[in-house]
């Protein structure tokens, strides 16, 4: 749940980790970042991310804060994509869908840690006999709530 005070909603890693969904023409909304060697600038995501909040709540198409996700692809070493869940269109937004089994997994680490921790999920998923296709990231907090929390979680989830 989120308070008024609170930038990012507490985070429930039980409702993530190691769970199979099924996203059949899952809606979102679209941005590109550029980003160097996969380093984004800081204020360009802020930027992005409150402007596509902003055209999901205007539209109403906002869903439930403990079902919102922000998910970050990157492409290529130079541009980032970033994703945001809504239930309807958005009127003046890319509007895209998702379809297909992902797997999802939570980890607690620095934003560098990520090679690990797909090797990590790649592990985990040769065990279910699976190979990933692609990559998403929901980061659950901001930098200035994962340093007030004392943790960075994130949400790994592997086309499958």
């Given at each position: 749940?989120?308070?008024?005070?609170?930038?990012?909603?507490?985070?429930?890693?039980?409702?993530?980790?190691?769970?199979?969904?099924q996203w059949d023409e899952r809606r979102f909304i679209m941005e590109s970042v550029p980003t160097l060697f996969h380093m984004?600038?800081?204020?360009?995501?802020?930027?992005?991310?409150?402007?596509?909040?902003?055209?999901?709540?205007?539209?109403?198409?906002?869903?439930?804060?403990?079902?919102?996700?922000?998910?970050?692809?990157?492409?290529?070493?130079?541009?980032?994509?970033?994703?945001?869940?809504?239930?309807?269109?958005?009127?003046?937004?890319?509007?895209?869908?998702?379809?297909?089994?992902?797997?999802?997994?939570?980890?607690?680490?620095?934003?560098?840690?990520?090679?690990?921790?797909?090797?990590?999920?790649?592990?985990?998923?040769?065990?279910?006999?699976?190979?990933?296709?692609?990559?998403?990231?929901?980061?659950?907090?901001?930098?200035?709530?994962?340093?007030?929390?004392?943790?960075?979680?994130?949400?790994?989830?592997?086309?499958?």
């Open positions: 749940m989120m308070d008024s005070d609170e930038c990012c909603p507490i985070f429930d890693p039980q409702r993530w980790d190691e769970k199979t969904f984004p600038l800081p204020s360009s995501i802020g930027k992005k991310i409150t402007r596509m909040w902003e055209m999901t709540t205007q539209s109403q198409a906002s869903p439930a804060i403990e079902d919102a996700l922000i998910l970050f692809r990157d492409p290529s070493a130079f541009r980032s994509e970033i994703y945001c869940t809504v239930t309807k269109e958005v009127p003046g937004a890319d509007n895209v869908t998702m379809s297909g089994t992902y797997v999802s997994k939570v980890f607690d680490g620095p934003y560098n840690a990520i090679p690990r921790f797909m090797k990590e999920m790649e592990s985990y998923l040769a065990g279910m006999g699976k190979e990933a296709e692609d990559y998403l990231v929901h980061y659950a907090y901001c930098p200035k709530c994962a340093k007030e929390r004392g943790h960075n979680h994130l949400i790994l989830f592997a086309k499958v």
